[in-house]
């Protein structure tokens, strides 16, 4: 088991970028979606200049799932 | 129809007949809060488990945290099973009921028209009838009200029907026994591997919410609303 949120992040960050190289679009939603997760956890383990600068790593990933999201909801609708 | 029945009035075996018809909505009532019961036991069991696999995690004992969170699978799947018999029964019930509905304005048209031309004492079997008619009106009502409420209350079954796989619920469990060991650790200001937690998220310690913190729920909002619903 990993022991830091630091190592979680990471961890669902690799995953999801094989699952979106893979067009697994579900699992790299559900990866991102935790990455994004973890990165405001550790927003709140740092001091406000850290933090600040994960809120806006948070942020980012939030934006990268909204659009794996936005795909999986085109390909439901064609389907 | 029994023999005796041969021998008694169509009026009084039309009302028997109604008498009976209104048991057994009822006795199908009852067996529905029966069962509603018995999820809200089993959901209370189920969440039990979740603690203790969660507890096993953060002693790091593998092999208990699989076999309880078997068992939660399991429950799970029990649950999902119950809802859907308690949701095709309903469905049941409902259509009968409105069946029924139709009868009852069937039968309270014929009511009117012999009212108009009715003789004085067949008034009152007639206004014993609309009696009954508003019993069972408000029978109707209280059935819609237990479908508004177990749909309102059930609405996270209804929404998804996959159960997560053992592996993933693994990954729900690991992920939040992380971050209260880390959140933790950063309060006590201690190294995260030298941290135990044994206390519940919430009785484990307040911040005063900062600027930081409320750009933090910001992103914990959009992060909801992006999965819709959190666990």
């Known amino acids: 088991m990993s022991s830091s949120v630091a190592d979680k992040k990471r961890e669902h960050e690799i995953a999801a970028e094989q699952f979106l190289s893979q067009k697994d679009y579900e699992q790299a939603f559900f990866h991102t979606a935790r990455a994004a997760e973890f990165t405001l956890e550790l927003a709140q383990l740092c001091d406000r200049e850290q933090g600040l600068a994960y809120i806006d790593d948070a942020h980012g990933l939030l934006d990268v799932a909204e659009e794996i999201k936005a795909i999986m909801s085109k390909k439901t609708e064609k389907g | ?231």
């Open chain 2, 1 to 231: 129809m029994a023999l005796k029945d041969l021998f008694i009035s169509k009026t009084e075996r039309e009302k028997r007949k109604r008498l009976a018809r209104r048991k057994a909505f009822r006795q199908a009532e009852r067996a529905m809060d029966t069962v509603n019961t018995e999820i809200a036991r089993m959901r209370a069991k189920r969440d039990k488990l979740w603690d203790e696999a969660k507890a096993y995690k953060r002693d790091g004992q593998k092999l208990a945290v699989q076999r309880t969170l078997k068992s939660y699978r399991a429950q799970e799947m029990h649950i999902s099973n119950m809802e859907m018999k308690r949701w095709g029964f309903e469905q049941i019930l409902l259509k009968m009921r409105l069946a029924e509905t139709d009868q009852a304005f069937a039968s309270a048209l014929q009511g009117l028209n012999a009212v108009q031309f009715a003789p004085p004492e067949s008034l009152e079997s007639t206004l014993e009838e609309i009696g009954l008619k508003a019993d069972d009106f408000e029978d109707n009502n209280n059935i819609w009200r237990t479908i508004y409420d177990s749909e309102m209350a059930n609405a996270e079954i209804a929404n998804g029907s996959s159960i997560p796989s053992i592996d993933e619920l693994d990954i729900f469990l690991e992920d939040e026994v992380v971050v209260e060991r880390s959140e933790l650790a950063a309060t006590i200001n201690q190294p995260v591997e030298q941290v135990k937690t044994n206390t519940s998220p919430s009785s484990r310690y307040e911040i005063p919410p900062s600027e930081l913190d409320q750009k933090i729920g910001a992103g914990h909002i959009r992060l909801k609303k992006l999965l819709g619903e959190g666990r």
